[in-house]
């Protein structure tokens, strides 16, 4: 398992799998190892993945100044493995609230991302608004569901300010296109891999600068891949969709039938998303780094 030195010192860790141009993976969670990405559907056919434990997460250590998870904060940390691997420009993906980290990333260093990929993504650090209805008109599509009527009841008081404490785990269905036994044991290790201390200042106060963003984004013209789910209720089409808005060269796409983990609910549409928008890139001999193709990294 490589590592590196972050800029104040933090060691942290990185896993390579695949076969292909690098592509840099952060994961949502916020702040919940990267192992639950794994090979995003099969993308390692045509990507060499390059996920990064955040600090606090999975093999890298923790920091010092537990400040340092702030998200604006953690930019440095991914110019620091851009840097590590010795990639004059990268090709970057966020899932979920680790999308926040990308588009950052991206406005501080435009120059330096050849092609961006947002997947389900969190919209806080561009401050695109998700409704309550944006939320749940995309979870009535579901009311067939045998698990849909306490699941919708939770998420109405949710989206009202006025959730019970068990009500956030009674919406748990409606993240996964099937809530079956493998939804259910996903669901159960995220509470093993999210560092909880670091998710509470990923967010904080300072964190995010929506307008300043934006502004940084309309002037990005790479490529630009903007994923939705169908049924995804914590990232809602519409909102994506205007999310995508932000960027020159970006346009949405929503994969059928898919929530919040796409790769997961159809593995072959999820990674043909990627290669119909032109994010497949050029074949590559290597591995930056100095590892060797479909090397696991661990």
Known sequence: ???????????????????????ICLPGGPMQDSVYLGGLGGLTTHRTLIRLDLRGTGRSATPDDPASYRCDRLVDDVEALREELGLDRVDLLGHSAGANLAVLYTARHRD????????????????????????????????????????????????????????????????????????????????????????????????????????ALAGFVAPVLVLAGEVDVAAPPRAVAEYARLFPNAEPVVQPGAAHFPWLDDAGRFVTAFLERGLEGKRAEGVPGGQQSRNSGD
């Open 1 to 23: 398992m490589p590592t590196f030195s972050a800029p104040d010192g933090t060691r942290l860790a990185y896993h390579v799998s695949g076969d292909g141009p690098p592509l």
């Open 112 to 215: 330096r991302v050849a092609r961006l990929a947002l997947v389900t993504p969190s919209v806080y650090a561009v401050g695109v608004e998700v409704t309550a209805e944006d939320r749940l008109g995309t979870a009535r599509l579901r009311r067939d569901e045998p698990w849909f009527t306490p699941a919708y009841t939770a998420l109405e008081a949710i989206t009202a300010g006025r959730a019970a404490p068990g009500d956030w785990e009674a919406v748990a269905p409606f993240w996964f296109a099937r809530w079956d036994d493998e939804a259910k044991a996903v669901r159960e290790a995220e509470a093993k891999q999210r560092n909880d201390d670091a998710a509470a200042v990923y967010g904080s106060e300072g964190a995010f600068d929506p307008a300043a963003t934006r502004a």
